[in-house]
């Protein structure tokens, strides 16, 4: 049996386990049915756009990040005072990442591991700096935590399916593009709903300070935006019925159809998300160092690698664009 399918099976008896704690149907002997189905903590059902959605983005290409200064130095050989050397000397890298998103960043329900195609990611950096994958420490951060984890020194990088915008540009530095997604929409397998132009004046649930949440907001079509903590709060308001539908990267929203059968994916891709690894702003030359492993990476099959441990038989590895 393979990861992916080991994974897939991990997944499905937990995503039972949700759903055997959904109420009971009112027919059932014995039990008596409640009339008010629980919600996960920090549910808001949004009546504007979210702060992000509504102020205009400053003009750039969110994807042109900064060219690697030469080759990839070996672990023995980084700057004297570089970021990186900084990193070495502590003995960690520090990782933000996901532990809800299956497939990119999930912790496994047997050994307590997290894992992922982020993950791995993030293990590439840490091989970079010290010769060794495992000497990093991650931090579960949700969407809403990554920028601020940053700026306030909690983490060195974060990687966790975040999308490069021009307005996230202004308090932090991207690498580039190491993933290239699209928005889509996740509902129950019995709706008839056809894509996001279809969910008008319906709740459309994502998480609180994503891309995602702001592109629901925005919405010609007039959804309702639900705004939860994290993507599996998501999964279990659908599950229950208290939303209509998701709507997030294609990435996260296949982990979801993998972990619930009763769910599809409906609709054409509605936004481009390309995805960098972020990083404090004035820490430029560990953005350029990781932009020369990316070139590494994509180079020497290790990219591909990944993407079919985790996410099936890649595509060509995204061209990475620089600004200076």
């Known amino acids: 049996m393979t990861g992916r399918a080991r994974g ?17 149907p009112g027919g059932a002997p014995g039990i008596e049915a409640s009339p008010v189905v629980p919600r996960p903590a920090g549910v808001v059902e949004l009546t504007a756009p979210p702060s992000a959605a509504a102020v205009p983005a400053p003009s750039c290409d969110p994807t042109a990040s900064l060219r690697p200064t030469g080759a ?3 672990p023995g050989a980084l700057p004297a005072g570089s970021t990186m050397a900084r990193i070495r000397q502590r003995g960690r890298l520090v990782a933000g990442v996901d532990q809800n998103t299956y497939l990119m960043g999930f912790r496994n329900p047997l050994s307590g591991e997290l894992e992922g ?11 970079a700096i010290f010769g060794d994958p495992t000497r990093v420490k991650f931090r579960v951060l949700t969407s809403d935590q990554r920028m601020p984890a940053l700026e306030d020194g909690d983490v060195d990088v974060v990687v966790r399916t975040m999308t490069v915008t021009c307005e996230r540009w202004q308090r932090v530095a991207f690498s580039t593009v190491y993933y290239e997604a699209g928005q889509q929409v996740l509902v129950p397998r019995s709706s008839e709903a056809t894509g996001i132009e279809s969910l008008g004046g319906r709740r459309v649930c994502a998480t609180k300070g994503s891309s995602s949440l702001a592109n629901v907001a925005n919405s010609p079509a007039g959804p309702i935006p639900v705004q939860v903590r994290d993507w599996t709060d998501c999964l279990v308001l659908l599950q229950q019925g208290q939303v209509d539908a998701i709507s997030t990267d294609d990435t996260i929203l296949a982990g979801f159809a993998a972990q619930d059968p009763y769910t599809k994916v409906v609709g054409p891709k509605f936004t481009a998300e390309p995805y960098g690894m972020a990083f404090r702003k004035h820490e430029e030359d560990f953005v350029r160092f990781v932009n020369a492993l990316l070139e590494r990476l994509r180079a020497d099959g290790t990219w591909a690698a990944v993407h079919r441990r985790w996410l099936g038989e890649p595509p060509a590895p995204p061209v990475a664009a620089y600004r200076d």
Do not use: H, N, T, Y
């Open 117 to 127: 195609f982020d993950v791995d990611m993030a293990r590439e950096v840490a091989r």
């Open 72 to 74: 990839l130095p070996g």
């Open 8 to 24: 897939l099976l991990l997944w499905s008896a937990l995503a039972g386990l949700v759903a055997g704690c959904a109420p009971v």
